[in-house]
């Protein structure tokens, strides 16, 4: 069963429907599963960026601005909202489901794990091939990193 449309996720479900059990090649295929989708690259970029930890309605906010800025236009609440459910009910659960992140349901919080080696690189090399989406976003966005 497909959870999803995107062509990253259809490899992902695939490759588990499968029972493989070579170990490094599931993880590898899990790894450019997840950051197939765009979303999932802006959120853990805006986790990176902010030190680690997040509200889901900050990084919400913060992803609908990435979606936008390319075409110059406003986020407004529907899109805002919109990201929000997809992050609640996919993105974070499949991040958490591999030990990307922890989230908070009911209080929104949204804390970015200490990554593997070759999930950062990846991930910075992502982050570099999209063009660094998160430096569209405005700096009053963001608050100060937590260390």
Not at 48 to 60: C, E, F, H, N, Y
Not at 114 to 141: K, N, S, T
Request: with cysteine; hydrophobic share 40%.
């Amino acid at each position: 069963m497909w959870l999803e449309s995107t062509e990253g996720d259809m490899v992902f479900d695939a490759f588990l429907m499968q029972g493989s059990t070579d170990e490094s090649l599931f993880q590898l295929t899990a790894l450019f599963g997840l950051l197939a989708v765009p979303r999932r690259r802006y959120l853990l970029y805006a986790l990176l960026k902010q030190g680690g930890l997040a509200t889901i309605d900050r990084l919400a906010r913060q992803i609908a601005a990435c979606e936008r800025a390319p075409t110059g236009e406003t986020t407004d609440d529907r899109l805002e909202k919109r990201v929000e459910i997809a992050l609640v009910h996919n993105h974070l659960p499949r991040l958490a489901d591999v030990g990307l992140v922890e989230y908070d349901r009911r209080s929104g919080d949204v804390v970015l794990s200490e990554p593997p080696d070759a999930v950062e690189r990846q991930l910075r090399q992502c982050h570099e091939d999209d063009g660094a989406p998160l430096d569209d976003v405005p700096p009053d966005d963001f608050p100060p990193s937590v260390e």
